[in-house]
């Protein structure tokens, strides 16, 4: 029973990768969806986000049924507890693919993002699956030092996003309300989707260690 009982803990750690899996190629199809007014990438964004659902789905039972038959306590208990929050955080990243996805089809046959921006959105596209990329190693490998490297990570994309934001509020900004609302519900979007992905890494270092990331900084 109790190699039965760790295969199950090991299966959860499973789902966790696909999850990553999938929301690194959602952010991916979301941002071609976005720049190239691509419509069939769009759907396939918000259509495929199902899969991301059932598996967070799935997790959620078998905690749920781990806890009620084995009554883990300890490392296993801690390993259950935060696979369940690290679940909730990959299924709101893929949320936030679809709400990109959403714009772009919203917009749709034009492009929501101005040519001046394109770069920008596209580096922080690029961020995006960066980071989930790395969340998705730090699980399978239970690696707490690149865990905690992803904070700093994450910066980047808070660059960016802050970068957009200058672009909307200068005086050369002439695009209107429309393009005004899109790019800034993007650029949330994005700045979002790389939060939960420091959120993952951040419940791996619990996990792994029972201590919070803020544990690790140095003392002034």
């Known amino acids: 029973m109790r190699d039965t009982y760790h295969e199950e803990l090991d299966a959860l750690g499973g789902r966790l ?12 199809r979301a941002t071609t969806a976005l720049l190239d007014a691509d419509l069939t990438a769009a759907q396939e964004v918000i259509s495929e986000d199902e899969e991301l659902n059932r598996l967070d789905e799935e997790i959620e039972a078998s905690v749920f049924d781990l806890m009620a ?21 990959l299924e709101r990243m893929g949320d936030h693919a679809v709400h990109i996805a959403k714009i772009a089809r919203r917009r749709h046959p034009d492009s929501a993002i101005p040519t ?3 770069s920008t959105v596209l580096e922080m596209g690029h961020q995006a699956e960066l980071l989930v990329i790395k969340a998705g190693e730090v699980v399978e490998n239970r690696d707490v030092e690149s865990a905690l490297e992803l904070d700093g990570d ?7 996003r802050r ?3 200058r672009r909307i509020l200068s005086p050369e900004w002439k695009h209107g309300v429309e393009s ?3 790019v800034t519900l993007a650029g949330r979007f994005y700045e979002r989707f790389g939060d939960h992905a420091v959120h993952v890494a951040d419940n791996l270092v619990y996990m792994v260690t029972g201590e919070k990331p803020k544990d690790f900084e140095p003392e002034a």
Request: net charge neutral.
């Open 17 to 28: 990768i696909e999850m990553t899996r999938l929301a690194r190629h959602a952010i991916a």
């Open 180 to 182: 005004t609302m899109d």
């Open 163 to 165: 970068k957009l934001l």
């Open 116 to 118: 001046e921006l394109r």
């Open 154 to 160: 994450d910066d980047r994309m808070d660059k960016l």
């Open 69 to 89: 038959r084995q009554q883990p306590v300890a490392t296993d208990l801690r390993t259950i507890i935060t696979a369940l929050h690290m679940s909730g955080d």
